[in-house]
């Protein structure tokens, strides 16, 4: 997949999130805050470096690919 | 590192989301697997996930491919009769702690010294967190479980030295915080002829976390980051020193012949 700065490419699929919190604390370009309920909000999507970590260590494959398989 | 895209196939979504808790790292872990068996594009019906018990054990019910839950410690002897019965089909073993170094002891370091052709990926979350969070052989030296609450009196077992030992092709052992070493161990694992190995450290914020005042899911994470240091550096801490820290990085790869080929050669003698 290419990689595009300045675009948070992924979608956050609800249904599968538990709200750990991983993504919001460790994504380097902190595009995420969390919600009320600890649920994770991209705030920040044009800061999105690429980096694809908040997708390798999401543990609940709730962070998908936009376009999906 | 890039996704390979269709690591979706190898996973069931149906049934998901999985059992572990927020903030567990054997999903990470999976989803290593998923990816690194993308990448090499290996069919489906070529692949067996193996499984023993307590929360890895899980990991066969989100797989789209074969799987089994081997008894208690005794997976590996599972899988040492497919691999001579199914010589093509590609076997990843995803054990826990306890079916690594405690019950199934003896059957790793056995597939190992015969160098089966084998993956095995270790998780290593410190403790018995299905049972309710005792210690294990790997859990570190005084650290608080439900079974040595004012800190272990032992000293840890790392697995991953014991299967270099033994005779393994490869091992490598990283966290699920390093996801792109932890990524592509698994990949240079899976494709390694003969035994493979790559420990897992992984986050338990339920039980490891809580009882040792580390924290929830990133707060182990950032524990991870902070308290494993690559192999080459931590070989130069002094002893006292090297109580602080766990190692991570690449033991072993080395390409001796896998047991079913030399069983082969023998017989045609
Ligand atoms: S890492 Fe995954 S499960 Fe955890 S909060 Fe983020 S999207 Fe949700
Ligand atoms: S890809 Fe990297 S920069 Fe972008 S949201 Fe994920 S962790 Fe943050």
New interface residues.
Partial sequence: ?E?KKGKFPFIIEE??C?????C???CPAKVFTAGPGNEPRVTNPRKCTGC??C???????AI??E??? | MDIPVRYGDYIDWDQLPHLWCPGCGNGIALKGVALALAELNIPLHKLLLATGIGCSGRAGNYVSFHSFDGTHGRTLAFCTGINVTQPDLKIIAFLGDGDCGAIGGNHLLHAARRNLNITVIEINNFNYAMTGGQFSPTTPLSSITSTSRKGKAEYAMDTASLVAEAGANYVASTTVYHTSQLNNFIKEALLTRGFSFVEVMSSCPTYYGRYNHIGDGPEMMKWFKEKTLPRDKYEKLSLEEKQNYIERGKLVQRNREDFLTTYKKRRKK
């Fill in positions: 997949m990689k249904r599968l538990k709200k750990c919190g991983i919001v604390s460790h694809n970590l997708f390798f260590r999401c543990p609940d494959f998908q690919l376009v999906s398989p």
